[in-house]
């Protein structure tokens, strides 16, 4: 029977309770995440773990089960408020913009 190290029971032990609020790409959007949620009094950490059969890192981020409903609603709302920020800055660009406000007509 092979023995498990004191380092991944460690890990699991730390990881029990808590719950995946989200999936992310990077470590850098986890830490956005986890700030966000603690910023709002809601205990959050990150666990990256590789995925063997795919050859990729998985990180996620996690909550403990009683606050899971809160912090969906709080990185649902942050990034409602990015999409709309990122919309308006869209359409600045585009092109669209008025010359016609700031020529002279002397």
Do not use: C, W
């Amino acid at each position: 029977m092979a023995k498990r190290s004191k380092k991944a029971h460690k890990s699991q032990a730390k990881l029990e309770g808590y719950v995946v609020v989200a999936f992310v790409e990077d470590t850098e959007q986890a830490r956005e995440y986890q700030n966000l949620l603690e910023a709002n009094d809601i205990p959050a950490i990150i666990s990256e773990q590789e995925e063997p059969t795919l050859g990729t890192k998985e990180i996620t981020v996690m909550v403990s089960e009683e606050f899971l409903d809160e912090a969906h609603v709080i990185i649902e709302s942050q990034n409602a408020y990015d999409d709309f920020y990122d919309l308006a800055i869209d359409e600045d660009s585009d092109g669209d913009f008025d010359d016609d406000l700031f020529e002279d007509e002397f």
